[in-house]
């Protein structure tokens, strides 16, 4: 099982980046797929979630600006990240789950400079 995420970078306050997660080695369409990010000194906290047939759900905290999405025929997850701000600097990771099933990635460093 592997789950490969890219796309972080430095980027200006108010500007956008589009985080990807390449999966493998397990049944992708039938699992959930979300973001978790985590920044210094901070635990882990969630981010964003798109069930297996589409529905999304995002923390209050990133609601508005990031859409999470999926292609099952690329085994992939997206993050679009817009109006970003220095507060969502962190290391985001890529997380996979079905019943007791899961899976995290490596992580991706987004750096949002003010």
């Known amino acids: 099982v592997q789950l490969q995420a890219s796309g972080g970078g430095l980027v200006q306050a108010g500007g956008s980046l589009r985080l990807s997660c390449a999966a493998s080695?397990?049944?992708?369409?039938?699992?959930?797929m979300a973001w978790y990010r985590q920044a210094p000194g901070n635990e882990r906290e969630y981010v964003a979630r798109?069930?297996?047939?589409?529905?999304?759900n995002y923390a209050d905290s990133v609601k508005g600006r990031f859409t999470i999405s999926r292609d099952n025929a690329k085994r992939m997850v997206f993050l679009q990240m817009n109006s970003l701000k220095s507060e969502d600097t962190a290391v985001y990771y890529c997380?996979?789950?079905?019943?007791?099933?899961?899976?995290w990635g490596q992580g991706t460093q987004v750096t949002v400079s003010s």
């Open positions: 997380y996979a789950v079905y019943r007791g099933y899961t899976y």
């Open positions: 080695g397990f049944i992708f369409s039938a699992y959930s």
């Open positions: 798109i069930t297996d047939v589409g529905i999304t």
